[in-house]
């Protein structure tokens, strides 16, 4: 017996399928406008509250800081973004290879982008930086008010400086990690590439390859070192990735 493939019409959809509906409004999207709208205020948002958490940095740096001070926010930068570089891993991990699709609450919009990615690991790149973004960008935002409302960052900058490193390295992740998946990148992200500061192309390569349970950090790449040894030894509950 012949099995006949769904005839599919240029944007992937199948004859008799409503193929998503490219948006204008706010950007090009093919998602509800509810959705874009609550995207847009996080990007707000996160501007805001970075910029203020900036604005009190300056005002203490204005008002004089001594060299070890000054070394040691130069160490809290570091160690931030080596932070968020491990938690780009370990969300990475957790959501790879624990859970579904259907598990309540963050399966559809967590676990399943995740397991999509391996299926379609340039789908990513479709989206602008806004779509891209912004679950990073939204997640950042209590870190931020916290800074602003209960940290007293003119008096201790080297909180606001280790805040607006970490919270910018989530919020860049998705980003650094879209371009590991592009062909051609602007001429400075493939510099940063190439000399490892931020994640390169060969280095994510190795996520996706068998026996795929390795190289999970998606931000710089650096701390696979640390996670790597254990995401190889630990046996997932739920389905390995695709490909």
Not at 5 to 25: F, K, N, Y
Not at 42 to 61: D, K, M, P, Y
Not at 202 to 230: E, Q, V
Request: aromatic letters at 8%.
């Amino acid at each position: 017996m012949t099995v006949h493939e769904p005839v599919r019409t240029g944007d992937g959809a199948s004859i008799g399928e409503q193929a998503p509906r490219e948006r204008w409004l706010f950007g090009r999207y093919d998602y509800p406008v509810s959705h874009r709208v609550l995207e847009l205020a996080s990007f707000t948002a996160f501007v805001v509250l970075a910029t203020v958490v900036l604005v009190r940095v300056g005002q203490a740096l204005a008002d004089g800081i001594g060299w070890a001070a000054g070394l040691a926010m130069a160490i809290g930068v570091v160690l931030a973004l080596a932070l968020g570089d491990l938690l780009s891993g370990v969300v990475h991990f957790l959501f790879d290879q624990f859970g579904s699709p259907g598990t309540p609450v963050i399966g559809q919009k967590f676990v399943k982008p995740f397991r999509d990615h391996h299926d379609d690991p340039v789908a990513m790149t479709h989206g602008d930086f806004i779509a891209v973004n912004s679950d990073n960008l939204l997640v950042s935002l209590p870190v931020l008010v916290l800074a602003i409302t209960v940290a007293d960052v003119r008096s201790n900058p080297f909180i606001g400086v280790f805040v607006v490193a970490l919270v910018g390295s989530v919020a860049m992740t998705n980003q650094i990690h879209k371009w590991a998946h592009m062909p051609q990148v602007p001429r400075s992200v493939a510099f940063a590439q190439r000399h490892g500061i931020i994640l390169g192309i060969r280095h994510h390569d190795g996520h996706h390859t068998a026996p795929y349970d390795r190289h999970y950090c998606i931000t710089l790449g650096r701390m696979d070192w640390l996670l790597d040894p254990i995401t190889a030894r630990i046996k997932p509950s739920g389905p390995a990735p695709a490909s």
